[in-house]
């Protein structure tokens, strides 16, 4: 082969009867790993900025209306109109548990110390749990959320492009904080919420890059999970909430304490 640098032993000074050309790219691969690496915790971080965010508070009593003056935001009239058909058929977008329920208090998804991804094994409790109610346990990084989503009732459509089935996603994302506000929850970094299915939704993937793209989307979301659970981890809608993060009068269940 000529013009590309590629011979019949393999890329340009690495043939593969050459052990020191191995070496060489062995230590040039790791190099690269470790900077990817750097890049990739970097670029998570600054993926949690947002150059804008909402205009005004966010009304639950007159959700809908508010959500309109927010749309003024947009310039582009055709996106301006696939967040409209999205939020009036937000069923047809969105599914929801059927109950409030934290699955393991404690999990979360921070990785540990010089590892990439975490993979879980579960406690007893869950997985009688999951074994009564026909699920099947996901031991993935997310895994623990989409399971608690599935146990709270929670159904996940299958996909029209793909094999997946919608994405479990968590509504406090670590992005987009409240207006006067400079933060807002990580869910998956914090063992009362990674698993909290109140924060926890199955969605479209239309309504799942509208949820990372448009801050008043996203809380429109949260507005919704507040009006049907009263879960509030931000204390944006309620000034009186429980360790969990629900509102006065309503609770969750948490299957398993441990650790």
């Not at 043939?15 to 670029?43: C, D, E, K, T």
């Not at 031991?139 to 089935?165: D, H, Q, T, V, Y």
Request: one cysteine or more; charged letters at 20%.
């Amino acid at each position: 082969m000529g013009g590309c640098g590629v011979g019949e032993e393999g890329f340009e000074g690495f043939a593969f009867g050459n052990f020191n050309g191995y070496i060489r790219w062995s230590l040039v691969a790791i190099h690269l790993q470790a900077v990817l690496s750097q890049y990739q915790m970097a670029r998570t971080k600054t993926n949690l900025h947002s150059p804008n965010q909402m205009k005004a508070e966010c009304a639950v009593e007159c959700i809908f209306e508010w959500f309109h003056s927010e749309l003024q935001a947009i310039t582009s009239p055709s996106v301006a109109q696939v967040l409209t058909i999205v939020a009036k058929n937000i069923d047809e977008f969105i599914c929801w548990p059927e109950k409030p329920l934290l699955l393991w208090q404690s999990c979360d998804r921070v990785a540990p110390p010089n590892k990439k991804q975490k993979y879980f094994t579960y406690p007893q409790p869950i997985r009688e749990l999951a074994k009564q109610s026909r699920v099947r346990l996901d031991s993935r990084p997310n895994g623990p959320a989409i399971s608690a989503f599935l146990l709270a009732g929670g159904k996940r459509p299958s996909r029209f492009g793909s094999s997946n089935a919608w994405s479990i996603h968590h509504l406090y994302s670590g992005k987009f904080p409240y207006l006067g506000t400079d933060e807002t929850l990580h869910a998956c970094k914090h063992g009362l919420h990674f698993t909290q299915s109140a924060g926890l939704i199955a969605t479209h993937p239309i309504a799942d890059a509208l949820s990372d793209e448009i801050p008043f989307f996203a809380w429109l979301l949260r507005a919704e999970s507040f009006r049907r659970f009263g879960y509030d981890p931000d204390g944006v809608f309620s000034s009186d909430r429980d360790p969990y993060g629900f509102v006065k009068g309503k609770a969750c269940e948490v299957i398993c304490r441990e650790l």
